[in-house]
């Protein structure tokens, strides 16, 4: 295990972000702004698998501005509170270019800013899917809608967010959303629910009524810290909230969270257009934290992290693929590292894993300092071709994953998808234990979705869709004769385990069925509450026949009845 102490502080330089870190001061012109951030979100409003990489910087003060959010986009305040960055006007996820419908409002962000909306009726709009957030957000006496109510309702769907550690005044509208989380949000009235809607240590959480009502309600968040975030105070650093344990409410509205301030030249600053894995992991190796400024990174090995407490922080959806078959970051099992906001995307050798977190001997106990994970994406295909074996592989024990989506691409560029073409056999696999999750989306592998073999696992909100594409029953049938791979598959020797609220989808190219979309072993210790299979389009005659273990009614479409939803 590394030991060695942090690089000695040094006087301050003026900070480069590089090209795709645009950074703003309320004494500049507004319409100096506007005219920076338009020609952006013109370019990246549609650029769903475009190489372009942005984040926005707001110093302390007010604004007045409407600042749209598109792909690969973050948007970033940079006070000690949101209320230290107000933006009157709009910050927003709309989905006008495809006139409502935001299925594939992927790769955005926003953090520890306030927002006064005065556009479109004061309404707040946040229309998005998986690979999103809002986070630190205070939305001052609006409403914030999760779809884009501007279109009609069979147009304006969207599907699955994450809001943690925000405030909204009014009341949040979730009509078409289909599945959502919210953590430690105070929530003042929410309004709507279609599957999976789950509430974990939320203040002001609507009561709990399933099936009648698609809600999971959760008081108190088990164990959590919050992201650590970028503050501006005549110089820039990095804040780290301190881990708490039985929470409601946020960190910063009432008692704020004690924080750990790290000063910005203990971190390496790196840019897509010059580093390599070689540089940063001459960084990582002398102790210093990191920043992944805006780019696509590939490497040549793996990006290596052995220091206890490292902070590696990824602004405008920083994202890593390795090209010659490794794992894009291998993190040793030490204490207290954060990593945050990157997307993995699998390289064109195959990988065994792109993230592993501890090794396979990982046996230490991290609960007083556990490492957490916040707004990570595995991608496979899609923009690139690309091939793993298993995305994350969780090895340590108490590890905290917060808004995690792992994806197999089942759409994409040309060449980029395809059963024989984007190979992967699992999504996460977690031998760690005592592993907690709060929203884990894991969609499209070809064998199970999520496989759990440590003991003391907790997972709230569950979302998933199987495969699309398997080309018939023969190529997806388990060694056991089982048809198909369960999308949430927790391991026989496992003796204790909690999850709730999970939906699990299917929509087959091709006549298929599964029998199982959870299995698990039984036993006193083993807890799924509220779960949810759904068919949702595909081959007359395809099915989910069980939610777990043989239990559950079927969902199918037999070409004559649809049998569309089913919940214990």
Same mark, same amino acid.
């Given at each position: 295990m590394a030991t060695s102490a942090r690089p000695t502080p040094t006087a301050s330089t003026p900070v480069d972000f590089g090209p795709n870190v645009h950074i703003f001061d309320p004494s500049m012109p507004m319409a100096q702004i506007m005219s920076t951030i338009a020609p952006i979100f013109h370019s990246q409003d @549609?650029?769903?698998?475009?190489?372009?990489?942005?984040?926005? $910087?707001?110093?302390?003060?007010?604004?007045?501005?409407?600042?749209?959010?598109?792909y690969y986009m973050t948007v970033h305040g940079l006070g000690h509170s949101p209320d230290d960055v107000t933006v009157t006007g709009s910050v927003q996820s709309l989905a006008t270019s495809t006139q409502g419908l935001a299925l594939n409002s992927f790769w955005r962000g926003v953090e520890n800013l306030s927002v006064v909306p005065t556009t479109n009726g004061d309404i707040s709009g946040w229309a998005v899917s998986q690979a999103t957030f809002l986070r630190r957000v205070h939305v001052i006496r609006g409403q914030l809608f999760l779809f884009d109510w501007r279109y009609p309702s069979d147009r304006n769907y969207s599907s699955g967010g994450f809001i943690a550690d925000s405030l909204v005044d009014n009341q949040i509208v979730s009509g078409s959303q289909q599945q959502f989380l919210t953590r430690n949000t105070t929530l003042t009235n929410w309004i709507g629910g279609v599957w999976n809607m789950v509430f974990v240590g939320d203040d002001q959480a609507p009561s709990e009524s399933w099936p009648d009502q698609p809600f999971t309600v959760i008081p108190k968040t088990p164990c959590i810290r919050e992201k650590p975030y970028l503050i501006f105070e005549n110089d820039y650093a990095v804040r780290v909230p301190s881990l708490k344990r039985e929470s409601q409410g946020t960190s910063w509205s009432n008692m704020p969270d004690s924080v750990t301030t790290i000063p910005i030249n203990q971190f390496y600053i790196a840019k897509a257009g010059t580093d390599t894995a070689d540089s940063i992991n001459n960084a990582l190796h002398h102790g210093h934290h990191l920043i992944l400024t805006p780019g696509v990174y590939h490497l040549s090995r793996s990006l290596e992290v052995k220091h206890p407490n490292t902070v590696i922080l990824g602004l405008g959806m920083a994202t890593l693929v390795p090209d010659n078959g490794t794992p894009a970051m291998a993190i040793d099992d030490v204490d207290g590292v954060s990593v945050c906001g990157i997307i993995f995307d699998a390289?064109?050798?195959?990988?065994?894993? $792109?993230?592993?977190?501890?090794?396979?001997?990982? @046996?230490?106990?991290?609960?007083?300092?556990? @490492?957490? $994970?916040?707004?990570?994406?595995?991608?496979?295909?899609?923009?690139?071709?690309?091939s793993t074996i298993n995305c994350f592989t969780i090895n340590s024990n108490n590890v905290i994953l917060d808004n995690i989506w792992i994806w197999r691409a089942d759409h994409g560029n040309s060449?980029?998808?395809?059963?024989?073409?984007?190979?992967?056999?699992?999504? $996460?696999?977690?031998?760690?234990?005592?592993?907690?999750?709060?929203?884990?989306?894991?969609?499209?592998?070809?064998?199970?979705?999520?496989?759990?073999?440590?003991?003391?696992?907790?997972?709230?909100?569950y979302q998933s869709e199987i495969p699309y594409d398997p080309p018939d029953q023969a190529s997806w049938q388990q060694p @056991?004769?089982?048809?198909?791979?369960?999308?949430?598959?927790?391991?026989?020797?496992?003796?204790?385990?909690?999850?709730?609220?999970?939906?699990?989808?299917?929509?087959?190219?091709?006549?298929?069925?599964?029998d199982n979309a959870i299995e698990t072993p039984t036993g006193p210790g083993i807890q799924l509450n509220h779960m949810v299979t759904q068919w949702l389009n595909g081959k007359p005659f395809s099915a989910i026949n069980h939610i777990i273990n043989g239990t559950g009614d079927r969902v199918y479409d037999n070409g004559r009845n649809l049998n569309a939803k089913s919940s214990i």
């Open positions: @549609t650029s769903q698998f475009g190489p372009g990489r942005h984040a926005y $910087l707001f110093k302390p003060g007010s604004y007045n501005l409407n600042v749209d959010v598109g390289g064109p050798v195959r990988s065994s894993q $792109l993230l592993t977190v501890g090794g396979v001997d990982s @046996t230490a106990d991290h609960s007083a300092n556990p @490492t957490a $994970l916040f707004d990570l994406s595995c991608r496979v295909g899609g923009a690139t071709p690309g060449g980029t998808v395809g059963w024989t073409v984007n190979t992967a056999e699992n999504g $996460l696999t977690v031998q760690g234990q005592n592993v907690v999750a709060y929203g884990l989306f894991v969609e499209h592998f070809q064998n199970f979705q999520t496989v759990w073999n440590g003991n003391g696992g907790q997972v709230y909100m @056991t004769g089982n048809k198909g791979y369960a999308s949430y598959k927790v391991g026989d020797q496992v003796s204790s385990h909690a999850a709730k609220g999970l939906g699990i989808y299917c929509n087959f190219d091709n006549q298929v069925e599964l």
